[in-house]
């Protein structure tokens, strides 16, 4: 699968798990495409490695941690009274709100190949 909205940074600690990062910043209407490219990434995890999810350190051989936010961007119209030396500020239109999503993905040597396999992940 083509990831089109989720473009990953990797690292990898002392004890070999590597980790992918990444966010993702859409308007309304392209949160269905995001949620199918989160969700096909999920559903693969859980299938080619089922029952192994948490934590390395309690055996885990991948898990993730998924976090979202929709914001509002209300942008200030600023002028500047030179009579008065001050600086006045009015709420300007708010633009259609935007969703961020943040998704890492974290597993041992094995999960992290096969996953960069299966989505073509760098």
């Known amino acids: 699968m083509n990831l089109n909205y989720l473009d990953f940074d990797y690292s990898?600690?002392?004890d070999g798990v590597g980790t992918f990062d990444a966010m993702?910043?859409?308007s309304s209407a392209q949160?269905?495409?995001l949620h199918a490219e989160i969700s096909a990434m999920l559903a693969w995890a859980h299938q080619h490695f089922p029952d192994v999810r948490g934590?390395?350190?309690d055996g885990g051989?991948?898990?993730?941690?998924?976090?979202?936010?929709?914001?509002?961007?209300?942008?200030?119209?600023l002028t500047f009274d030179e009579s008065a030396g001050q600086?006045?500020?009015?709420?300007?239109?708010?633009?259609?709100?935007?969703t961020t999503i943040t998704l890492t993905v974290s597993g041992n040597a094995a999960f992290c190949?096969?996953?960069?396999?299966?989505?073509?992940v760098e």
Do not use: C, K, N
């Open 12 to 14: 990898e600690d002392a």
């Open 24 to 26: 993702a910043s859409v």
């Open 31 to 33: 949160i269905p495409a």
């Open 55 to 57: 934590p390395s350190e």
């Open 61 to 77: 051989e991948w898990q993730y941690d998924l976090q979202g936010a929709q914001e509002v961007r209300t942008p200030l119209v």
């Open 87 to 98: 600086l006045h500020a009015a709420a300007g239109s708010p633009s259609p709100p935007r």
């Open 113 to 120: 190949d096969a996953l960069r396999d299966a989505f073509a």
